[in-house]
């Protein structure tokens, strides 16, 4: 299967500051990634469609101005949490897809965002 | 998007199969049944998937009855390992790269000892 890697895999920062997320696929060129978050004890939670060179699409009540996406080549996509609050604190998973395979979806190992 | 039903919690002892079900009554024609597992504080993994026939891996087996309105996935000889929360999501095979991957709440497996 596909091979992504997702960075940081932890991160604490402050209010107010911008924390971003890495998500590059190793193997192969993803021009479509997925993000999504986590609260404790909760299913996951799709955030926004990235497409490469492209703006993304993002989810009903999903704010594009503080969760910022680039997907600027083929094999990365990044997510940078803007002005982060403390409710901003979840678990940060990335996906990509791969046409053609019948189980195309491969998740990064998440990030998990503590702000305090 | 059909949606699934699975219990909230299942208990399995160490060794034995582990039979986790899967209610998708308003499934359509052309939706597989996907089942994805995720370990604590990790991402999603890749399971199995079917859309009419039984189908086996070296992960599991996954049954699907006749009228594609239920299925089980089956773990034939559970591991602690295996403790996680199990996802079952129906899905169209050739949506296309921007379809979305919708979770539901799933089943949490606890492999006991």
């Known amino acids: 299967g596909a091979v992504v890697s997702q960075h940081p895999s932890w991160v604490i920062c402050k209010s107010g500051t911008s924390v971003k997320i890495e998500c590059r696929s190793l193997?192969?060129?993803?021009?479509?990634m997925f993000w999504y978050r986590q609260f404790p004890k909760q299913s996951l939670m799709l955030m926004a469609t990235s497409n490469e060179g492209s703006k993304a699409t993002y989810e009903q009540g999903v704010e594009k101005d503080k969760f910022l996406i680039n997907h600027a080549s083929l094999t990365l996509s990044t997510l940078t949490v803007t002005s982060a609050h403390p409710e901003d604190s979840s678990f940060y998973i990335c996906?990509?897809?791969?046409?053609?395979?019948?189980?195309?979806?491969?998740f990064g190992s998440g990030t998990r965002l503590t702000v305090v | 998007d059909a949606k699934t039903t699975q219990p909230p919690s299942m208990d399995c002892a160490e060794g034995r199969a582990a039979n986790l079900p899967c209610n998708h009554s308003?499934?359509?024609?052309?939706?597989?049944v996907y089942w994805y597992r995720q370990i604590h504080s990790q991402g999603p993994q890749y399971i199995i998937h079917?859309?009419?026939n039984n189908e086996t891996n070296e992960m599991a087996s996954l049954i699907i009855t006749e009228d594609r309105k239920s299925s089980t996935l089956i773990l034939p000889h559970a591991t602690l390992r295996d403790t996680a929360v199990y996802y079952c999501?129906?899905?169209?095979?050739?949506?296309?790269?921007?379809?979305?991957?919708?979770f539901g709440k799933g089943t949490l497996l606890t492999v006991n000892p």
């Open positions: 308003t499934i359509s024609g052309n939706e597989y």
């Open positions: 996906s990509t897809v791969r046409t053609g395979t019948n189980y195309g979806y491969t």
């Open positions: 193997d192969f060129q993803a021009t479509t």
């Open positions: 079917g859309l009419k």
């Open positions: 999501i129906v899905r169209p095979h050739s949506g296309g790269s921007n379809y979305k991957l919708t």
